[in-house]
């Protein structure tokens, strides 16, 4: 099996990749996203547009709006479970055998 040298140089990617101040940004700006695709999954699974899922949780569609687009950078936690509540889901989080679901 041949094996493949890692360039001495390395890529810029891992440049920045060691960079504790782009770890930082590129984390928060992950879990941004994440959370925006996971809303437009919701979203498309239940065929939801943006000022339906903001009725039927009780929030402004553009709070949602804003959510969606990844532009809202700190959900509040009441909105996110508003939102998933709304769509039929529950937030489930497990440690162990120990797990607790909440918007039930």
């Not at 959370?35 to 039927?56: F, H, Q, Y």
């Not at 687009?69 to 479970?81: E, Q, T, Y």
């Amino acid at each position: 099996m041949k094996t493949i040298q890692k360039n001495k140089l390395g890529s810029a990617f891992d440049k920045f990749l060691d960079d504790p101040e782009f770890n930082k940004d590129y984390d928060q700006e992950f879990k941004e996203f994440a959370l925006s695709e996971l809303l437009l999954a919701l979203m498309e699974n239940d065929g939801k547009s943006v000022r339906k899922l903001a009725e039927l949780a009780g929030i402004s569609p553009t709070t949602v709006q804003n959510i969606k687009s990844g532009k809202n950078a700190d959900i509040k936690l009441s909105n996110f479970m508003s939102i998933i509540k709304a769509c039929g889901y529950t937030l489930k989080i497990e440690k162990g055998e120990t797990s607790w679901a909440l918007g039930a």
